[in-house]
């Protein structure tokens, strides 16, 4: 029974998953409907997205202290269940030498890790968004850890550089020590809990895994010590392209993503965001009743993974 129900469930899981004047756009004004979610900092372009985003992931790929993990086009994906986004794309990407003592510091802090931007287009306006650091420290409680400013003058540089503009943060920076995430101990061992995660993602024909990081292979490719810690992100972009519809911002949240971690006693516990958390982070108003299932499935397909009656 415990099957039939984690198959129904998951089909309604959220995600999108899968010469220089040429590329300039006029100068814009201001903008009508400017990013106002929860903890980002948001950069206006006069760039074309295409030219934005192509010299942000060329200076990704030209730092070799950066690995990109994943790109995904929420547009591409959205046209594949016949539905219509604009031009919306998102890039992962980290540096374990500065994403690694946050996790030292708060294991949690590898559910909003690795790094990402998401470039989308409003109204012939070109954006670029990240999670802001402030937003970071204060949900994992990480505001002493030496390597944080480093990650915030490495967005800034980076972003500011490739789109030719400068970012702006939204007027609420600051959510309690890890709100929204939800919690699950598992029953079993972390290989075992993590392998049920992933093969019930696997056996549904509406989801499709676009990424997974090991954070502790990663730390120890710096050497660096973490315990187990692994992320899966997935998604369905039937359910998932209707909130982007809504509010463009919620990509960056988007496809959903899932941490499997070892905590200090040995207990394997399985993260997510509460998708009601991420309503409440990209002020989205409507899309209850997808919001609704959406919790529901991913708590069923927690309580599966984690062996839980």
């Known amino acids: 029974m415990l099957r039939l129900n984690l198959i129904f469930a998951i089909v309604f899981l959220m995600g999108s998953c899968s010469d220089d004047e040429n590329n300039k756009t006029p100068p814009p004004q201001v903008p009508l409907n400017p990013p106002n979610a929860t903890g980002v900092v948001y950069l206006q372009s006069n760039l074309n997205l295409a030219k934005a985003y192509s010299n942000f992931t060329t200076a990704l790929k030209n730092n070799e202290n950066i690995s990109i993990v994943e790109e995904l086009d929420h547009s591409k994906n959205a046209a594949s269940v016949e539905l219509e986004l604009p031009p919306t794309q998102i890039v992962f ?13 708060n294991q949690l802090a590898g559910l909003d890790l690795p790094q990402k931007v998401l470039f989308y287009e409003d109204e012939n306006e070109v954006f670029s968004m990240y999670n802001s650091t402030q937003y970071f420290a204060s949900r994992y409680g990480v505001h002493e850890v030496e390597s944080l400013p480093q990650i915030s003058d490495a967005l800034k540089n980076l972003v500011g550089t490739a789109v030719d503009a400068q970012g702006k943060q939204t007027s609420d920076q600051d959510v309690d020590l890890e709100e929204g995430i939800v919690s699950v101990e598992s029953t079993t061992d972390f290989e ?3 392998n049920n995660l992933k093969s019930s993602i696997e056996a549904n024909e509406n989801l ?17 010590e973490l315990r187990p810690t692994r992320i899966i992100m997935f998604g369905n972009p039937n359910l998932g392209t209707p909130l982007m519809q809504s509010e463009r911002s919620l990509g960056l949240d988007l496809p ?9 006693e040995g207990s394997v516990q399985i993260s997510y965001n509460d998708p009601g958390f991420l309503k409440q982070k990209h002020q989205l108003d409507g899309n209850n009743e997808e ?4 919790s529901t499935a991913l708590e069923m397909l927690a309580n599966s993974a984690a062996e839980i009656e």
């Open 192 to 194: 075992t809990t993590y």
């Open 256 to 264: 959903q993503k899932m941490l499997v971690w070892e905590d200090a």
């Open 208 to 224: 499709n895994v676009v990424a997974e990081l090991d954070h502790k292979q990663n730390a120890a490719s710096v050497e660096m």
């Open 291 to 294: 919001i609704e299932k959406i």
């Open 93 to 105: 990407f980290g540096n374990p030498n500065l994403g690694t003592p946050l996790m030292q510091e």
